[in-house]
């Protein structure tokens, strides 16, 4: 059975750090471009950092970059999502996914993109 389970979210001060991971069952996570998004209170999910399957091609979008960083862990069958400087409008429900094919290219980093999900980790970034 496919499985991503995200964990290691929670209430951060502005300025702190976090690193959310994301597990992946029945499925080899290594082979599979993956993405992590979030969704606010009342916004769209939108795509955060997109990893592509093969030769590390990655998207960033804009009010990450250079505070995020995604990595891949392939012992783990795991992937993460280190938060850098965090600020209130990172607040947030933030979920991994996959793309269902393996080796397939990495599609844009949206959500109609990605076949498995998880079930989401809260980030709460406040003081």
């Known amino acids: 059975q496919v499985q991503l389970v995200e964990s290691g979210g929670g209430l951060v001060q502005p300025g702190g750090s976090l690193r959310l991971s994301c597990a992946a069952s029945?499925?080899?996570?290594?082979?599979?471009?993956i993405g992590w998004f979030r969704q606010a209170p009342g916004k769209e999910r939108e795509g955060v950092l997109c990893?592509?399957?093969?030769?590390?091609?990655?998207y960033y979008a804009d009010s990450v970059k250079g505070r995020f960083t995604i990595s891949r862990d392939r012992a783990k069958n795991s992937a993460y999502l280190q938060m850098n400087s965090l600020k209130s409008e990172d607040t947030a429900v933030y979920y991994c996914?996959?793309?269902?094919?393996?080796?397939?290219?990495?599609?844009?980093?949206?959500?109609?993109?990605?076949?498995?999900w998880g079930q989401g980790t809260q980030v709460t970034v406040s003081s």
């Open positions: 996914a996959a793309v269902g094919t393996a080796w397939a290219p990495m599609p844009a980093c949206t959500v109609s993109g990605y076949d498995y």
């Open positions: 990893i592509s399957s093969s030769d590390g091609n990655t």
């Open positions: 029945g499925f080899i996570l290594d082979y599979h471009a």
